[in-house]
């Protein structure tokens, strides 16, 4: 059953944020056109949580290019069009809005999807927005918000999402949910490290079954490596990575990441070093990513090397990377001249120097590794 409830229409207007400018004026363009227009997704979900709202996504009941076209008729900017999927995205030009925005918004034509394989791009055909809704990934991001001008603010929630939220629950819509799409099983443990919820026991049981039909094998490497990449961008990779192992994804990496606490270890104190002395330097994830590396035999790292994103640097390290950080690991601590030190780690790259924290436990080789990065990799020699 479908539950709808109207909040309070300037709370929403304020979590708009810089994009009420934009939004209102592809509001007044859906109602001129006689369109129903929401805000959907992560927005929604994050605000309900009382969290800021990042990325804006607004669904269209009916034609969403249309849409698009008709406002930057009207208020300029640019569009950029995928027409298979019905999509478009507005780009107003920032002095259209002066002493606002000029925010990109992301509008999509609601959309039903079938899947003709696992892991295949879906054929998308026109959908109400319920059925819409329907087809999303979990209760938690299939909730919208009216944008027109007569319901403005009334949540749509048909499958009880808000109040999933508030159980600190992640729940999937359907059984063959991770058979349609199975990098949703790494987004269940992205969201519940994240929030700190915990998965649905019978979504658990839904990605078990999905997986033992092979479902995530038929994902492919580079699209595994996007999504374990993005999970380890986030402020609680580590918690989301705990939930992976958990739900037995991470043996879709390596079976000795399901069998070996240490790994988990090594991602919690290379994160900590990251936060302490590699961020603004290095990215978060090459450094987790070497860190994970250093748990798997390199045979394995090798026939794996296409899920490593980011080009040939990045894959280079995933393969060498390990063994090298171990050679220049080993007595640093007994180093007593610079000169000993510069020598020992230039050979590393500045991801491998911050990494390293997670191999040394002495005072004296933790030092050094903070001088280098702070003022040794800097000398000539």
């Not at 004026?25 to 129903?36: I, K, T, W, Y």
């Not at 001008?149 to 808000?162: K, N, V, Y």
């Amino acid at each position: 059953m479908e539950w709808r409830m109207v909040l309070p229409s300037d709370t929403w207007k304020k979590a708009l944020g810089a994009g009420e400018w934009s939004v209102g004026r592809l509001s007044a363009e859906a109602d001129r056109l006689g369109q129903r227009i929401v805000l959907v997704g992560g927005a929604v979900r994050d605000h309900l949580l009382g969290l800021p709202i990042g990325d804006l996504d607004l669904a269209v009941e009916g034609d969403a290019i249309r849409l698009a076209r008709a406002v930057v008729q009207k208020y300029g900017g640019d569009i950029r069009i995928q027409a298979d999927f019905g999509t478009a995205k507005w780009m107003p030009k920032s002095d259209d809005s002066p002493g606002k925005c000029g925010v990109g918004i992301d509008l999509a034509s609601a959309r039903r999807e079938t899947y003709a394989a696992p892991a295949a791009l879906p054929k998308v055909s026109a959908a109400t927005l319920e059925e819409d809704l329907a087809r999303r990934d979990f209760s938690c991001n299939a909730m919208a918000v009216s944008m027109n001008a007569g319901s403005f603010g009334e949540l749509i929630d048909p499958f009880g999402g808000r109040a999933d939220l508030e159980a600190g629950v992640i729940r999937a819509l359907h059984r063959t949910s991770f058979d349609d799409d199975p990098t949703r099983m790494w987004r269940a443990a992205r969201f519940a490290g994240r929030y700190g919820f915990q998965v649905e026991s019978e979504t658990q049981q839904w990605i078990a079954d999905a997986q033992l039909r092979g479902s995530l094998a038929a994902l492919g490497l580079e699209r595994l490596g996007q999504e374990v990449g993005r999970l380890l961008e986030e402020p609680r990779a580590l918690e989301e990575l705990r939930v992976a192992q958990r739900l037995g994804l991470t043996r879709n990496i390596c079976k000795a990441l399901d069998h070996r606490q240490k790994w988990l270890g090594l991602v919690e104190k290379a994160q900590l070093a990251w936060s302490e002395h590699g961020q603004g330097l290095v990215s978060q994830a090459d450094v987790l990513w070497l860190a994970v590396a250093l748990s798997i035999p390199l045979d394995r790292r090798k026939a794996m090397v296409r899920m490593i994103p980011g080009g040939k640097q990045l894959q280079s390290r995933w393969i060498d990377g390990p063994e090298a950080l171990c050679q220049s690991m080993k007595g640093l601590g007994r180093l007593k001249r610079r000169s000993s030190v510069g020598r020992r780690l230039e050979r590393l790259d500045l991801v491998s120097v911050v990494a390293g924290f997670s191999m040394v436990s002495g005072p004296r080789a933790r030092d050094w590794l903070a001088w280098w990065i702070g003022e040794g990799r800097h000398i000539e020699t």
